[in-house]
Structures are given as structure tokens and as C-alpha cells.
């Protein structure tokens, strides 16, 4: 047994608090407003924690969900049409302070299952304990931001313009039925953050939860089938290809919010008929570099690295991928950033001051390894002391240096614990690093001398989303932009921003002649329109 093996627990170790009920088999799924239960085949979920037994160490099945056809994915998709209604269902049809009161009465069921759903990041994708919670904390507050930029959005909408004649009222209305796909790593908030402003602004939804991280979404279920008329928000289980291609391929997705990769995106998207009518919002791979000048504070620069490269094993979009470092303290920036890495502390998710944890994704060792040899044959090396090391769904954090252009870990986004590290001397040299990427969302910017980060600046403004100085890539607060260029992206998602993604402005226009104004005063007066009104949401 490895001394990664010992810190797998075994069955009396875990604590009380933590610990699951028996197996969770899941068989329900919400269609129509219906909590259906599924006779057929099941998928197990399996934890990244092992169990020590007798008979060794042996991986936690936790439970299994449906493994639901295409049959079961259009029904839910038919649900979504029919709630819909072209515009006119029920849904659509209401004004945004009613969807409001539905999305809060949500909150209120969501919020009484914090703990079953934070033990359940836990034990599905292995997000420590802190970040589970933050995720969950985090997620309730991005819903409530989300309901106060709505209203400020319809606040400004609420009044009239008038122009050359002309006088319009210009509002937001949906734009049909939602597919929103989220991502493993962050599966509830990433997955929210586009779910419910596609609910907000009136649109259907059917939601496919992450591959990983999807019992989590089981103690919601009967709050969306309570707190939502029917069919408004359906849910299926089930491979990705089977199910979500048949509803790709019916082209009735409007709006098709995916985070994921840029390959799985593209396939999905070719597969819908009108390519032309499907707007799309994505999140999409990233390599995203730090730049790290000789200039730069190295204490600072190394505490914002570990932090970007190794937060929940460096499996998020917005980690840093590659640190760029200047030849002049190439040295002296590895040895204080190895020694940190060295001291992170390994072992299960609810360990107290735990910051490496097991991986979710099976087989994710072997192709960390792969990208670590595939850079030792063309001659870098590990550099810190654990570095290397992997057991089970463990793999410790691996620092690679010095990486060359010709390694995959150069432009390959690795997704998980293993940080390569390349040296320049030419400023010149990192700009092209960047340009010639094919991913685009974000980089970081380490060093002091004005003159010099500003026509970095000038340089990356048009290559990726978001610029940082002297501080880790990340996507909050969640009121800025968030978004990407080149393979990383399409379109753009913070509160407001997202609001506007799935919607569409329509306006109410006519000559400005006494008969109009006297029209629209009537159906204002007599509130004889959902749509044309001035009414004021506080």
C-alpha cells in the first residue's frame, strides 16, 4: 500500500456528518411536471473515494441514475414545446414579476437542502468540503443577483422612447425552448448560472445534468416539479449522444447552453437542422497562461499560481495552465513554488485544511501521466519532491519544467494537477505564445513596471476575455463579463449578461399622431397588455 493509499478512510473513519444514506437509486425524472419513474437500465455512480476493507481498497458506488433513451429526452422536449406554446403558454405569458415569485419559492426548497447537496460534490466529484459549500452559497446568491438585475432590467424597459416621429416601447421577451448542459467540475453553480436566466426571461427548459455530479441534483427535484407549472423545467439522465442528439436533431432547441468542449459543442451544434435559428451560449476549453515578469513580487506571484493552477486539483476552465516565466527568476520563482505545492495537503474532501483531493474522471491519472512523459522524452523534468506520484484516483500536484512549444503540454489543456512551466526572454515570445493559441479566455499578467504591462495589455486585449495584473485567472465577481475568444467561447454570461442571452428585445412602435397616443394610453390605463405596460418592479 502507497502513502496515498492511507489516506483513503475506511467505512468507521468517515465522519457522521458527511456520510451518505444507503445507496441512492435513483430512478425519478421531471417531465411535464411529472416526477417519472424509469423501469429500464441504470448508470452507477461512482465516487473517486475508496473504502479500506478487509479485502482491500475498494471504490464507493454511491448510488446509480437513469440511463434514459431518446424516447424519454423527446417526451421531455415535447413537454417544453407544449409549455411554451409558440410564445403563448402559460409561462411566456407571464409577467416577470409572477416568474419571479415561482424562481424565489424555489430558493426557499433549495436552500433546506443545502447539506444533502454539499455532501453529494463531495462524494461525486471530490470538491473539498469549503468549496462545496462555497459552491452551493455561491450559486443561491448568483439566483438572487440574477432576480435583482431582472428587475432593473425591467425597470429600464418600462418607459418610452420616441424618435423621429416615432414612439416604442423596447422590452425583452423569451425566445423558446433552453438545452442547458453543464460542466462536471462546478455542476450545479456553472449549470444554474445559465439555467435559471433562461427560466427568468420565460423560456422552457430542458436540463441534462454533468457527468459527474449528478445525483446532487435529486433532492431538487420535487422543488422544481412544485415550484414551476408543468413542463416549464424538464430533467433527463442518460449518454449524452443518445439523448441530447435526438433533441439536437429535431430542431426544436431555440437557445443551446453548453459548457464543455469545443469539440463536444461543435458536434451538437452541427447536428440541429436550422443551424441559423439556434442561438448559442458556451463555455469552452481554456489554456490559460501567466506571464510572470522578472520584475515581478515573487511571493505574490507564487501565492496567486498555486491558487490558479491547483484550486480543486486545477480542474476549472478559469485555472492557470502554463506559467510563463522569465529566464532572469525562472530559479527562484520554482524553488518557493515547489516548495508550496509540496505542502499542499492531500486526503479526502471533508479532511480539515485538505487541498488536494481524488480525481472524478476514471482514467484521468493515466492521461495526466501521458502528458508528463510525453515532456520528460523531450527533455523536461518533475521538479518538486511529490511530484509523480499517483495511486487509485489520487495524482499528486506535478510541477514540469522546462516545457518547449513542441510538448503536448504546451497547447493541450490537461484539466487536472499537473502545472508545466516555460521560460522566455523576449517579451515578444510570450505574445506569440498567446496568439497563436487556439484558446482565448483569460491570462495573467505578473510585474511592476507600468510601461511595459501596458503594452502587454495592448497586445492580449484582442486575444482573450479578461486581462489580470498580479492576480490568478477566475471568472466572479459574477456581475462581470464572462465570456472568451477563439475555442474558448461563445457568447458572453454574467448576471445581466446572461439575462440578455436568452432573450430577445421586441419592441412596440407607432407614429406619434393623438389617435396612437390615445391607443396606447387606453391598453396602458386598462392594463389590457402583459407585454405593453409601465408597470415598476421594486
Request: proline content about 6%.
Amino acid at each position: 500500500m502507497t502513502a496515498l493509499d492511507t489516506l483513503f478512510p475506511s467505512e468507521e473513519q468517515i465522519p457522521p456528518g458527511v456520510r451518505l444514506p444507503a445507496y441512492l437509486e435513483q430512478r425519478e425524472y421531471l417531465v411535464g411536471g411529472e416526477l417519472r419513474t424509469w423501469a429500464g437500465e441504470l448508470n452507477p455512480v461512482a465516487s473517486p473515494v475508496f473504502v479500506r476493507t478487509p479485502e482491500g481498497l475498494k471504490q464507493k458506488v454511491i448510488g446509480a441514475t437513469p440511463l434514459l433513451t431518446s424516447r424519454e429526452s423527446l417526451d421531455a422536449l415535447a413537454a417544453a414545446v407544449k409549455a411554451y406554446d409558440s410564445g403563448r403558454g402559460v409561462w411566456p405569458s407571464l409577467k416577470v414579476a409572477e416568474r419571479i415569485e415561482h424562481v424565489e419559492r424555489f430558493l426557499t426548497a433549495m436552500r433546506a437542502q443545502r447539506t444533502a447537496v454539499v455532501n453529494l460534490l463531495m462524494w461525486e466529484i471530490g470538491k473539498t468540503q469549503p468549496d462545496s459549500e462555497k459552491e452551493f452559497d455561491r450559486t443561491v446568491d448568483l439566483i438572487v443577483e440574477t432576480i435583482r438585475a431582472l428587475k432593473e432590467l425591467d425597470r429600464t424597459s418600462s418607459r418610452f422612447v420616441q424618435d423621429q416621429g416615432i414612439m416604442a416601447q423596447i422590452r425583452r421577451a423569451p425566445m423558446g425552448v433552453a438545452l442547458c448542459m453543464g460542466p462536471y467540475n462546478y455542476p450545479l453553480n456553472e449549470t444554474f448560472s445559465t439555467l435559471f436566466p433562461a427560466l427568468l426571461m420565460g423560456n422552457t427548459v430542458v436540463f441534462k445534468p454533468a457527468k459527474f455530479g449528478v445525483l446532487l441534483v435529486r433532492p431538487l427535484l420535487e422543488a422544481f416539479r412544485d415550484c414551476f407549472p408543468p413542463g416549464v423545467i424538464n430533467i433527463i439522465y442518460g449518454r449524452g449522444r443518445e439523448t441530447v442528439g435526438a433533441l439536437m436533431e429535431s430542431g426544436q432547441v431555440d437557445l443551446f447552453a453548453f459548457i464543455g468542449t469545443n469539440k463536444g459543442a461543435s458536434e451538437l451544434k452541427r447536428m440541429h437542422p436550422r443551424p441559423h435559428r439556434l442561438k448559442s451560449v458556451l463555455g469552452l476549453d481554456a489554456k490559460n497562461p501567466a506571464i510572470i515578469l522578472e520584475d515581478a513580487d515573487l511571493d505574490n506571484a507564487v501565492k496567486e499560481c498555486i491558487t490558479g493552477t491547483l484550486s480543486f486539483n486545477g480542474q476549472r476552465c478559469t485555472a492557470l495552465k502554463l506559467l510563463v516565466v522569465h529566464r532572469n527568476i525562472v530559479d527562484a520563482f520554482l524553488a518557493k513554488f515547489t516548495a508550496a505545492v509540496d505542502k499542499l495537503k492531500p486526503g479526502m474532501p471533508w479532511d480539515p485544511g485538505v487541498a488536494v483531493t481524488p480525481l472524478p474522471e476514471p482514467g484521468k491519472g493515466t492521461y495526466l501521466q501521458g502528458l508528463v512523459d510525453d515532456a520528460v522524452s523531450k527533455g523536461a523534468r518533475v521538479v518538486n519532491q511529490t511530484g509523480g506520484q499517483a495511486s487509485r484516483s489520487f495524482y499528486s500536484p506535478t510541477v514540469v519544467y522546462p516545457v518547449t512549444r513542441d510538448m503536448r503540454l504546451a497547447s493541450e489543456e490537461q484539466f487536472g494537477p499537473v502545472v508545466p512551466v516555460m521560460v522566455f526572454d523576449e517579451d515578444a515570445e510570450a505574445v506569440r505564445l498567446v496568439v497563436e493559441s487556439q484558446f482565448g479566455q483569460q491570462l495573467s499578467l505578473f510585474g511592476k513596471d507600468s510601461a511595459r504591462i501596458g503594452r502587454f495589455i495592448d497586445a492580449f486585449s484582442n486575444q482573450v476575455g479578461r486581462i489580470n495584473l498580479n492576480c490568478q485567472c477566475q471568472r466572479g465577481p459574477d456581475t462581470f463579463p464572462f465570456n472568451g475568444r477563439k475555442d474558448s467561447a461563445e457568447g458572453t454570461l454574467s448576471v445581466a449578461d446572461a439575462l440578455r442571452v436568452f432573450s430577445i428585445r421586441t419592441l412596440v412602435a407607432t407614429k406619434t399622431t393623438p389617435d396612437n397616443t390615445a391607443l396606447v394610453q387606453s391598453i396602458l390605463t386598462r392594463r389590457e397588455s402583459d407585454f405593453l405596460t409601465t408597470d415598476f418592479l421594486f
